[in-house]
């Protein structure tokens, strides 16, 4: 236990960056007939920034799901409901769904509820608003001052409907994720106590201490080292140690520390299988599963394969900076945590997708923690594309038409398709308020994943490999903010990038170039590109000749003071004069007869995210 969010803190490059602190100390009893727990939660709150603050607000994530919460009036409201979150009947040739929220008992809903709400020692006013808990200070927390507060709470877990809950759909009894009052992060944007509707997470970074008593048959996984697992056992014993309880124990007590991270999960089950290998630099793997024979295979062959993926994203990323790391079957499909995963399915090979991108949300969210709630894409695009270079390394493609794509393909077409929905919403709206699910799903995991490939486009593969490292060294256990990406590009390439980052994150502007005219002069080409998107882009030119060799030309693109390396090392290439914004059209020559050309071709990577390929493309008739 290292108060070292403090340090860490200084390595963020920007001047004056801060970052509040929370110390958690929580004691809970889990009763797993009731699904009830009550706990007491001792959280010592330091104030970094310059403000003095007489509220605080605690997430009470568990309310959401009540007949009647704002989950489940933005669950019967929205057009594509989730379908893990509704019922589906056929009327007639119409299907309609129900909000499985509307039906739950008082006995399946889950709740939070507070008591005893003391600031060092005197009580607080607070007062519950859905799933916020919204307190009046007894005393202001002045800036660069500490503050105990402590509280009783009581919960119930929920059946599951969304992340948490009881009795998942595979069988797991307990998927224990935002459980516990959880403090509202206050950054240099101001307080971020948002109400679970749907969408992710902001939290405070700090250390977590965790007892958690629960029925002896019962098998934790979660965050955290379990501090006394020598007593505990159940796989988490060192080797050759006989754990022996103590005569006629009901419960165990788990005790967990989780150093410097901004949330706490767990899951429980009494029927888990439990196995643990070691991974680069000494990161212990931890796989928690329903011990059932169809488990078996695939379970077991994800083991390796999530040691690789470690040591990939070590490589690719930075270093992982736990020495534990557990993939937890439970929850409701794929959901990050703080050293752990929450997964479902079975297949090795889902299994191997799931893992890889959730392990990516380790560097992506758990250790940069960028905002979920405000830059959806920051996490889950990035994670995206970390994932796609991941699979294509590990996994060896099904054939060979998939080995020649780039891995990023589906989300090229996800991104295409919400274009020509003419729905889209900017990477900028507030995870919430997209107006369906399909376009927040591909705005912040495929056009998120496009900011970086693209990105390599723009930049170059190897200056995006370099801005991707310093990106996590820079900004590890803090707070990034979209700015902080492009700056580390900025500063890694030398271009610049505002632009980049304005047009791609924060409208809904699109890249359209084409090729306009081909026109013979003399016995050179004359070649006329337009710009018809709003976008602005360099562009790459790649042009083939009868006599089968090729060459490159580049067209820099003038604000962004530029000229990036030659991606086709292998072909001659021209660095034509910068093209500005403003003009819509640009002319260069090729020095060869127009006879002499098959193709000219607009980004051969296809990383250049253009919504209209036809016109990318100049062959002649009849070759
Ligand atoms: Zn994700």
């Known amino acids: 236990m290292l108060a070292v969010s403090g340090l860490h803190a200084q390595n963020n490059p920007n001047p004056g960056y801060w970052q509040q602190h929370a110390d958690y100390k929580m004691e809970v009893a889990m009763d797993v007939k009731t699904y009830r727990y009550t706990g ?16 605080v607000f605690y997430h009470l994530y568990n309310n959401a799901f009540q ?10 409201a929205i057009a594509d409901p989730d379908k893990r979150m509704v019922k589906s009947f056929k009327n007639g040739a119409k299907t309609v769904t129900e909000s499985r929220i ?24 607070n007062k519950v608003s859905g799933t916020v808990l919204e307190v009046t200070l007894a005393k202001p927390i002045l800036p660069g001052k500490s503050t105990k507060f402590t509280l009783d709470f009581e919960g119930q877990v929920p059946l599951q409907i969304r992340r948490s809950g009881r009795n998942n759909a595979e ?5 224990m994720t935002q459980w516990y009052p959880k403090m509202a992060e206050y950054d240099f944007e101001g307080w971020h106590a948002n109400p679970y509707i749907a969408r992710e997470f902001h939290g405070v970074w700090g250390n977590f201490d965790v007892k958690i008593t629960i029925d002896k048959d019962y098998t934790i996984g979660g965050t955290g080292y379990l501090q006394n697992k020598n007593e505990i056992g159940k796989g988490y014993e060192d080797a050759g140690v006989a754990v022996k309880y103590p005569k006629g124990a009901k419960t165990l007590t788990w005790h967990f520390v989780a150093p410097n991270v901004h949330d706490f999960a767990w899951a429980a089950d009494n029927n888990y299988a439990h196995d643990k290998i070691m991974g680069e630099n000494n ?16 379970w077991k062959k994800l083991q390796p394969k999530t040691a690789e993926v470690l040591a990939y994203f070590n490589k690719t990323v930075g270093p992982y900076p736990y020495k534990q790391y557990s993939v937890i079957q439970g929850g409701d499909g794929g959901m990050e945590y703080a050293m752990c995963t929450l997964i479902t399915g079975r297949s090795y090979e ?22 979920e709630s405000k830059h959806g894409w920051m996490d889950e695009g990035f994670t995206t594309y970390i994932e796609g270079l991941a699979m294509r390394a590990l996994m060896p493609p099904a054939n060979a038409e998939e080995a020649e794509a780039s891995p990023f393909a589906d989300s090229y077409a996800g991104y295409y398709y919400m274009v020509k929905s003419g729905t889209e919403q900017p990477l900028s709206t507030y995870s919430d308020r997209f107006d369906s699910n399909r376009n927040y799903g591909i705005a912040s995991y495929s056009k998120g994943c496009i900011f970086l490939s693209q990105l390599g486009y723009v930049i170059g593969e190897e200056k995006l490999a370099e801005t991707i490292k310093r990106f996590y060294k820079d900004y590890k256990f803090t707070h990034p903010t979209p700015n902080d990406i492009k700056r580390t590009a900025e500063k890694i390439s030398g271009a610049h990038l505002d632009w980049y980052l304005i047009d791609w994150t924060q409208t809904t502007n699109t890249i359209d170039y084409g090729i306009k005219e081909v026109k013979e002069e003399g016995n050179a080409t004359k070649v006329t590109l ?20 090729q060459e490159s030309f580049y067209v820099p693109l003038q604000m962004m003071r530029y000229i990036k390396d030659n991606p086709f090392p292998k072909l001659k290439r021209t660095v034509l004069a910068d093209w500005d914004w403003g003009y819509q059209t640009f002319e260069f020559t090729i020095n060869k007869p127009k006879a002499d050309i098959r ?25």
Request: proline residues 5%; charged residues 20%; negative net charge.
């Open 599 to 623: 193709v000219i071709m607009l980004d051969p990577t296809q990383h250049m995210a253009d919504v209209n390929q036809d016109n990318n493309i100049y062959m002649p008739e009849g070759k």
């Open 40 to 55: 007491k939660q001792e959280l010592v709150y330091t104030n970094n920034s310059r403000d003095t603050l007489t509220r």
């Open 530 to 549: 337009e710009r018809i998107g709003r976008m602005p882009m360099p562009i790459d030119i790649i042009v083939a000749y009868a006599d089968g060799s």
């Open 171 to 175: 069988g797991v009894a307990l998927s």
């Open 350 to 371: 889902g299994l191997v997708s799931v893992t890889t991108h959730e392990f990516g949300h380790s560097w992506f969210q758990h250790v940069l923690a960028s905002n």
């Open 67 to 76: 007949p009647g919460s704002e989950m489940d009036a933005r669950l019967k």
């Open 102 to 125: 509307s039906s739950l008992k008082p006995d399946e809903i889950g709740f939070l509820k507070i008591n005893n709400f003391m600031q060092d020692g005197v009580a607080a006013a």
């Open 283 to 298: 990161t212990e793997l931890h796989f928690l599963y329903k011990n059932t024979p169809e488990n078996k295979e695939g």
